[in-house]
T-cell receptor, first 112, second 118 residues
Framework: SQTIHQWPATLVQPVGSPLSLECTVE??????LYWYRQAAGRGLQLLFYSVGIGQISSEVPQNLSASRPQDRQFILSSKKLLLSDSGFYLCACMTGGSYEQYFGPGTRLTVT | AQKITQTQPGMFVQEKEAVTLDCTYD???????LFWYKQPSSGEMIFLIYQGSYDQQNATEGRYSLNFQKARKSANLVISASQLGDSAMYFC???????????????FGKGTKLSVKP
């Protein structure tokens, strides 16, 4: 079964600074990959998904971007963070033929 | 448009009793999948159970069962014999397209916080 790694686990960044969150997947190939954000006390909001290398779809317009340079690597970035970017960021993976998404441990981002 | 509604922000249950967490959904797609995830205080999202719209029987996984009422568009989670470790946030989610689909995107409800009392 697949294992999803995310780092860093926690991050405190000032407003206006850049961001790079990384997600890597082991144990599967050609997965669909997803970035979700969860604001405090709220449900999950899908930010980006990718069905293959270099293929990124955005669900919500914002100052974040995503890239998939390798089959099992998914990166979430920002050039300049906003206070509203604070939250819990979760990477998820779905493999072909399955129906469930498996989640990584998440990154807790605080923008100060 | 797809929508998931969880009307119970918080629930309390006595240890060893059963509890039902409500979830209603709205979709125009005849083929869809319904999911329940558990999120403990650590933040990880743990997959619990899945129900496909064409599945004839309600899904069960150990102490978890999904009470699927298609005509009412409800997919309630039943946890039997609650344990202290069941205290967590529970999220209902839906994906249009029953088996994977090209994107597999999930729409989540706002969640229900379950507290199990000793």
């Amino acid at each position: 079964s697949q294992t999803i790694h995310q780092w860093p686990a926690t991050l405190v960044q000032p407003v206006g600074s850049p961001l790079s969150l990384e997600c890597t997947v082991e144990g599967t190939s050609n997965p669909n990959l997803y970035w979700y954000r969860q604001a405090a006390g709220r449900g999950l909001q899908l930010l980006f998904y990718s069905v293959g290398i270099g293929q990124i779809s955005s669900e919500v317009p914002q100052n974040l971007s995503a890239s998939r340079p390798q089959d099992r690597q998914f990166i979430l970035s920002s050039k300049k963070l906003l206070l509203s970017d604070s939250g819990f960021y979760l990477c998820a993976c779905m493999t072909g033929g399955s129906y469930e998404q498996y989640f990584g441990p998440g990154t807790r981002l605080t923008v100060t | 448009a797809q929508k998931i509604t969880q009307t119970q922000p918080g629930m309390f249950v006595q240890e060893k009793e059963a509890v039902t967490l409500d979830c209603t959904y709205d979709t125009s797609d005849p083929s869809y999948g319904l999911f329940w995830y558990k999120q403990p205080s650590s933040g990880e999202m743990i997959f619990l159970i899945y129900q496909g719209s064409y599945d004839q029987q309600n899904a069960t996984e150990g102490r978890y069962s999904l009470n699927f009422q298609k005509a009412r568009k409800s997919a309630n989670l039943v946890i039997s014999a609650s344990q202290l470790g069941d205290s967590a946030m529970y999220f209902c989610a839906m994906r249009e397209g029953q088996h994977g689909g090209s994107q597999g995107n999930l729409i989540f409800g706002k969640g229900t916080k379950l507290s199990v009392k000793p």
